[in-house]
């Protein structure tokens, strides 16, 4: 058995529980002071004062000590919302952005995500296990231990199908844990050009049922947006979906309001992401959901848009998570240092709750709670080691990783 003891921690900040916590009461996380944390193989089994945890261990010869004097420890993030399995690069947009072009016209043009299809269509296998390999070794620094990966750069059945198994094999050769989307549906392919119920019609009838028929993914996951898939597209593929076993996600509200997150709550989707154009409305339908708000405020500063209204969210009590939403267009980030310091400093979350938004409720977000995001007896030893004796320097340090050491399933990876 592997034992891993992690002592002398001057503080031990975590959110407690196995769902997601809702509105202001993400604010109330458990710090503990001179602190201890005992592991056998991946999962955490005593929490507490260094002198508890020590009595309760005994005295077992074969145990890795860590001493954690001056440093604090935190849950091993969760990233819940990443198109990091692609190929190519998007500079050029991303100049034109900048100067200007809309995202959506960029689309409309062929370009956008249809340009990155045409870049991930012509890779083989091996390279794009390789690229996602680089990409994940790098998440992982940022303190990620469990990250979601959508496909959505295939846009036919043979693309999706295979970023779906490659994301499988990079699951069981990394030391991460990865939660699987078919995300199909994230925009229309030239092959079906004026055409999308043409393209919804075969994403539900010949590649969807392949993915649940193989046990690709664990969500199924839509861009609803105005001039992509409409209200009524999404809820026909993420009902379809559902039948076949796959949990839904939506693409909601990102530069338009068309009801995305209010849909999201009434199909019972586990999340609706994005959210920078919600209405009162659906924030309400949202609060009185168990449907997780899932912020990416990476892809709000990258595209100098408004951030998501996180304030007033949490306010109206909705479980607000997390994320990067890293992909070659919208966003190429995955700082988790800056998603912590936009969400602070300009969404007006306090750092308690951003630091339950990217730990306990992210992981709510794949459905993972009751398994890993914060530290506790019984869940996965997922723990972050930061190079500051206090949590709040996460974002103090604003946009500074400070994360010393991460440890996956019990095992020091650096
Ligand atoms: N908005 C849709 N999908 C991604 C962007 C994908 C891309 O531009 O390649 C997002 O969540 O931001
Ligand atoms: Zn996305």
Redesign the pocket.
Known sequence: MNRLLIQNISQIATPIGNKAIHGTAMDNIKIYNDAAIYCENDIIRKVGSTAEVLASVGSCSDINVIDASGKCVVPGFTDP?T?FL?GGT?ADEFISRLEGVP?LDLLRQGG??VN?MQKTRAMSCDELYNAGKKTLQNMIKQGFTTIEGKS??GLDFTTEINMLKTMKKLHDNLPVSLKTTFLGA?AVPPEYKNDSDGFIDFTIKKVLPEVAKENLADFCDI?C?QGVFSIAQSEKLLLAAQKLGLKSKI?AD?IVSTGGGGLAAKINATSA??LLAVSASDINKLANSKTIAVL?PL?AFCMRKDFAPARKMIDKNCAIALAS?F?????YSYSSALILALAVINMHMTINEALTAITLNAAAAIDEAAICGSIEAGKKADILILEKPDYRFLVYHTGINIIEHVIKDGQLLF
């Open positions: 919302h198109h692609f998007r995202y956008g995500i990155t959505g750069y994230h861009f947006e693409h990102e992401d994005h990416l892809t939403d992909n070659p267009g919208s966003c």
